[in-house]
């Protein structure tokens, strides 16, 4: 017996869950204008139902295009350009964005006692329909606040990923030196970082912290703007929040200096993206 719903269905249950209050670590995109970005770094393995409207997505190596009914599959850290759409009858853009948390990515390597298959590319587009069934399972324990269970069907999705040759999504990969100070700032963007923060955290001294990120052709100045444009790219696309307060929340004290940092860095106005 075939368990799949109809496409229409299970993007009107996907769909729903943009007004879900317990969907914990859930993100709904929404855009009411065409808008780009470029060099968006993906900093976690995630997997994006697109909803309504169009999305292209450019990388080094791959060129990818998504119309709804589409999984757009990010499968390790990168960097991307992406172009959001919104369908031309209503006019808004809307994907879900399921972060594949480290939880549910430990708990699939643990499951798989198999050959790791290979790593496969950075993205993947796959079918909602094809998964329907595991992400059902996701969004009901998220409206029922059972994210124990929740976890465990995204580990079952990676689990499925990983048997279309997304073998990356297995791989736990040692983070740069560049990423761990990535990482640490975007758990606190507003902060007021300085070198001896990151010296006192990771246990080196400057002169090794210089040495290697010399080596990793990065420099702290730009880690810290990188990292708190992430947070607020991020910021822009899952809230409500008025452009001044994500200014604020990512450590830029003047709105029209964030504007221009964030231009510069994404080639798209911040206000472009239209959900504040």
Aim: some cysteine; proline content about 5%.
């Amino acid at each position: 017996m075939d368990m799949r719903l109809p496409p229409d269905s299970l993007l009107a249950e996907m769909a729903s869950l943009a007004d879900c209050q317990r969907a914990d670590g859930y993100a709904c995109i929404t855009a009411r204008r065409e808008h780009g970005a470029s060099s968006v770094d993906i900093a976690q393995p995630q997997v994006a139902i697109l909803l309504q409207g169009r999305k292209q997505v450019r990388c080094a190596q791959q060129s990818l295009a998504f119309v709804p009914g589409d999984l757009f599959l990010i499968t390790r850290r990168c960097r991307i350009d992406v172009v959001n759409i919104p369908d031309p009858h209503s006019g808004v853009y809307l994907s879900a964005i399921v972060p594949l948390c480290a939880e549910a990515l430990a708990a699939a390597r643990v499951l798989w006692n198999e050959p790791l298959p290979g790593p496969g590319d950075a993205l993947g587009k796959l079918s909602l329909e094809d998964h329907g069934q595991t992400l059902r399972q996701w969004r009901h324990a998220l409206e029922q606040a059972r994210y124990t269970e929740a976890r465990l069907a995204l580990a079952s999705l990676v689990v499925a990923f990983c048997r279309r040759g997304h073998g990356s999504l297995l791989l736990a990969p040692e983070p740069s030196l560049g990423e761990r100070i990535r990482d640490l700032i975007a758990a606190q963007p507003e902060r007021d970082w300085q070198s001896r923060d990151f010296e006192q955290q990771l246990g080196v001294s400057g002169a090794t912290l210089r040495r290697r990120l010399a080596s990793e052709q990065a420099s702290m100045r730009e880690l810290i703007a990188d990292a708190r444009l992430a947070h607020a790219m991020n910021l822009l696309y899952t809230t409500r929040l008025p452009l001044k307060t994500v200014a604020a929340r990512v450590g830029y004290r003047s709105l029209g200096s964030f504007s221009k940092r964030f231009a510069a860095r994404y080639g798209l106005d911040p206000g472009a993206i239209g959900n504040s």
